[in-house]
């Protein structure tokens, strides 16, 4: 091959590379993030595990349809969401209660050495378990995506697939939902 069919080759358009095609790269990148954001939302370990897991095989099997003028997060987290709001819709529907436990690792737990303060903070996890679990699915997701992932309304809207209008009231009316189940029991601050 001589000079100028070499250099012709660096001129030849290479085929573009979908940003899905590294799946182990991906898992590693968002796999966690992931798992905390379906945790929050389900509620529970093995529920989490399955909504990363189904979250990975439905992008898998949607990879062409990615548009990658979309960030891959942002719709990782979108599959992610409607994944644990079909998991909460199911649980509702055949009225499993489960019992909820939460690792000292999470972000609503109080470190505090004062054994009441530790009993304290743990009452006030149990009550805001139990508010989150009171709200309807399109609520909790918004208001875990909003308050406990930092998404901005939207982010949050093209996740859940509502308006800014709607998805600010799936906030409102969360927070609202919230503090009406705290009220008896901690001082909430307007």
Not at 69 to 94: M, P
Not at 117 to 131: K, P, S, T, Y
Request: glycine letters at 6%; charged letters at 35%; hydrophobic letters at 35%.
């Amino acid at each position: 091959m001589g000079m100028m069919e070499a250099s012709a080759t660096w001129l030849r358009p290479r085929p573009r590379e979908n940003p899905l095609d590294d799946f182990r790269a991906i898992f590693e990148e968002y796999g966690m993030r992931l798992f905390r954001l379906a945790y929050r939302i389900t509620g529970h370990r093995q529920d989490a595990e399955d909504v990363v897991q189904e979250t990975f095989i439905r992008a898998h099997r949607n990879r062409a349809r990615f548009d990658e003028r979309a960030q891959l997060g942002s719709w990782l987290h979108c599959i992610a969401t409607n994944v644990a709001i079909d998991v909460l819709r199911k649980r509702r529907r055949q009225h499993e209660r489960a019992q909820e436990s939460l690792d000292s690792h999470h972000d609503l737990s109080i470190a505090d050495p004062d054994p009441e303060h530790r009993a304290h903070g743990r009452e006030i996890e149990r009550l805001i378990r139990q508010a989150l679990g009171r709200l309807s699915e399109k609520e909790k997701a918004a208001f875990v995506l909003r308050h406990l992932e930092g998404m901005s309304i939207e982010e949050i809207g093209r996740v859940t697939g509502t308006g800014t209008n709607t998805t600010k009231n799936l906030i409102f009316r969360a927070v609202r939902k919230i503090r009406r189940e705290l009220a008896p029991h901690v001082e909430v601050t307007q």
